[in-house]
């Protein structure tokens, strides 16, 4: 069974850096695109980046040049490293995943088949 669970949101200050981890386990993540999205109430969730089987990575333009998306396949754990925090990155951030790779060019919720519960991320100025 395929579980991914989140950790490492919190409270933070604008300009902040904090890291989400997100653990997976019940299959071997070196086979899955794996993706960080997020999601404030009455929006839709958007998706942040993905990180592919071959090590490509994608950034949604919001984000572009302060998260950084990683992962480590012998601990089956993926990471968002979020730089220069703003209020506007307030949201709830989940973890996702797909068997096979991304599609490129794409960070849609629809794509993946895989969630964890999430975990929050507060910014305040």
């Known amino acids: 069974q395929v579980q991914l669970v989140e950790s490492g949101g919190g409270s933070v200050q604008a300009g902040g850096s904090p890291r989400l981890s997100c653990a997976a386990s019940?299959?071997?993540?070196?086979?899955?695109?794996m993706g960080w999205f997020r999601q404030i109430p009455g929006k839709e969730r958007e998706g942040v980046a993905t990180?592919?089987?071959?090590?490509?990575?994608s950034y949604a333009d919001s984000v572009k040049g302060r998260f950084t998306i990683s992962r480590d396949n012998a601990k089956n754990t993926m990471y968002l490293q979020m730089n220069s925090l703003k209020p506007e990155d307030t949201a709830m951030y989940y973890c996702?995943?797909?068997?096979?790779?991304?599609?490129?060019?794409?960070?849609?919720?629809?794509?993946?088949?895989?969630w964890g519960q999430g975990t929050q991320v507060t910014v305040s100025s």
């Open positions: 996702a995943a797909r068997r096979g790779y991304c599609i490129y060019g794409r960070l849609l919720r629809a794509d993946f088949g895989f």
């Open positions: 019940g299959y071997t993540s070196s086979s899955y695109c």
């Open positions: 990180s592919d089987i071959n090590g490509s990575t």
